[in-house]
């Protein structure tokens, strides 16, 4: 089984800039990704990567964003730059085993909140 523990949510003004890690319990053989959401809203992918480095982002965030993983230390990154207030929600750590797609893994989430 594998746990997520997502870290580096805080506040920030409109413009500036978060690092996002997600910290997993084991190696990851599976499509990890980040998903947010914002109150009243559904819960919406925001980027995917395979263990590979293959990415894949939301058009949102598409060229502010940028995702990345260091399999040795079992973490995910999300790096995000120009950062605007529509951004602001819970960001979600998720992982997608490779030889079981209906084995799927949430962390806890951590909170983004992007000021004007």
């Known amino acids: 089984q594998v746990q997520l523990v997502e870290s580096g949510g805080g506040e920030v003004q409109a413009g500036g800039s978060l690092r996002l890690s997600c910290v997993a319990s084991?190696?990851?053989?599976?499509?990890m990704g980040w998903y947010r959401q914002a109150p009243g809203k559904q819960r919406e992918l925001v980027a995917t990567?395979?263990?590979?480095?293959?990415?894949n982002y939301a058009d949102s965030v598409k060229d502010r964003f940028t995702i990345s993983r260091d399999n040795a230390k079992n973490t995910m990154y999300l790096q995000m730059n120009s950062l605007k207030p529509e951004d602001t929600a819970v960001y979600y750590c998720?992982?997608?085993?490779?030889?079981?797609?209906?084995?799927?893994?949430w962390g806890q989430g951590t909170q983004v909140t992007v000021s004007s």
């Open positions: 084991g190696s990851v053989f599976g499509i």
């Open positions: 998720n992982v997608r085993l490779n030889y079981n797609q209906a084995l799927i893994y």
């Open positions: 990567i395979t263990r590979i480095g293959i990415r």
